[in-house]
């Protein structure tokens, strides 16, 4: 083979293999010479046993770098035994760095009877030089990952895994790679009953990581754990169906900082407002934008690592659990045929990490009180929606309660939200053409910062939304709404008390095979009692100013030909006060 690029050529798309930069270790180098690869193989291939392949290349770019790359692949079977093995050497000579880089990755497995015995190795050694010296570069490195494991068959019903596994890592020192950690893992799954409705999977791994020379790297010496189960199960033709999985370890936990950086208008979910006026960007001073899509959206919230550690025991739990009787009694009559209108989806996920190591602790899953001063950090969300008529096109209501909990630690010291609320929604088709629903939410928002005193809140609310839609046909659209909201701050952090009325309209209308056209306008009247410009009042406004508010919006679709697709979008918002802001987006999407 023979591949030859000019030095004037620019690739639109990539026209070589993803790992082409890396496995000619090239990732550093920028190609604006002429290249030549050349490549021959060579090899046997054999009915019952495999193949084995053996090729040389050679890599030329300009004068700047040459390399001459030795392959092996193998995938050889006999009797009960199986090896698999790819395995690669390049030497290279640059203007620049001279280097030399190995690596393999191999499996050797024997069969004997109902189980497996097998080792795998990879290998990756790359030694970087400063031409015609002996001075290592600092992107040297090596590793070697070896793993020997027993396994049973794939083919039987119930599996099971054990295996060791050492990595050993190296990193430059003078002249030279010298042992930096040493990582073991030991590790043992296992998978039964896997059936059409039921499958159970569990794993425990437990790892040690040695520092061998704590001048060569950063990490910690660290001992952690970690054990996991899945559980899945349908009953009754999936009138009940089940998800479950949990998990728990030990191991450490850095502590993290937090900036925000500037991106391109409309990319980044956060806005700075100057609450106190001096110009400079504070960390309290940025907030989610209540408005996506316009050029306020200027930045991105960008957590980093430190090198500050705490010890942690960490648990995550998920479950979804469905009960929909109409799969079963949906075509039956009577009492059975009014149960299957009932249906409940539960759904619960927490992740957390402690550092209290009582047991009950460490393994229950359903302990997330923020105010826990073990917790550490906390991602949870609680959900159970019951459903009444959920598939019928006259009418349908659910209830849906809610809490949602969050908690990090940062250098500065904790912060924390949660959000508990109840939801009533219902959708009434009046007739074939006007569809009435209506939506009620009551609730509770919480913050609380260690290092930000004007973030701390406790806000409850109230929201009311009937919405009345006239449909015609399935070209336009129209729906008229009113919302009606109350908020108030807990009396301790300064009782602060919002009315927020907001009148609407929307507009759509569909063109077949074209595109489509929507635009709302809402008339917004906010009474607030407290200091607008504030995280406080920021959250009791969403975003808007007390008085007289108004949002617009008009975006359009349109399809240009079959694989290509045009949007654009303008919106725009008026408050009491302040100056008409404006937006435009337009975006083309090709699709291939």
Known sequence: SYEYTDKNFRYIERFRTVEFDRDWNIRDQTRVQEQHITGGKLGFRKYGIGEMVYGVNSFINGNTFNALQNTLTTNLAYRSFKLDFRGSLINSNGTEKDFTYKKYI???????RWFMLGIRDELEDNRSFVNATDSILTTSFYFNDRTFFVQNSDTTKNKFNLSYRRRMEKLPSANDLERATLGENFAFTTELGKTQNSRFKSSITYRKLTIIDSLLTTQRADNSLISRLEYTFGLFKSTITSTTFYEIGSGLEAKRSFSYIGVTNGQGPYIWIDYNDNGIKELNEFEINPFPNTTDTTYLRVFVPTNDYVKTHSNAFNEVFNINPAAVWGSKTGLRKFLSRFSNQFIYRIDRKTQREAIEKIFNPFMGTVSDTSLLTLNSSFRNSFFFNRSSSKFGVDYTWQDNRSKSLLTNGFESRSNKSHGIRSRWNITRIFTFNLVYNNGTKTSTSEYFNANNFIITYNETEPKLSFQPNTAFRMSVQFKYMEKQNNIDYGGEKTFIRNMGTEIKYNI?????????????????????????????????????????????QAKLNKNMQLNIQYTGRKSEGSKTVHTGNVQVRAFF
């Open 512 to 556: 077949l095979s074209k595109g489509s056209i929507l635009a709302n306008f809402n008339y917004i009247i906010n009474n607030f009692n407290g200091t607008e410009n504030s995280p406080l009042g920021f959250e009791m406004l969403e975003g808007l100013k007390t008085g007289q508010n108004f949002t617009w919006a008009l975006s359009g």
């Open 106 to 112: 191999g499996t050797l497995s024997k069969t004997i």
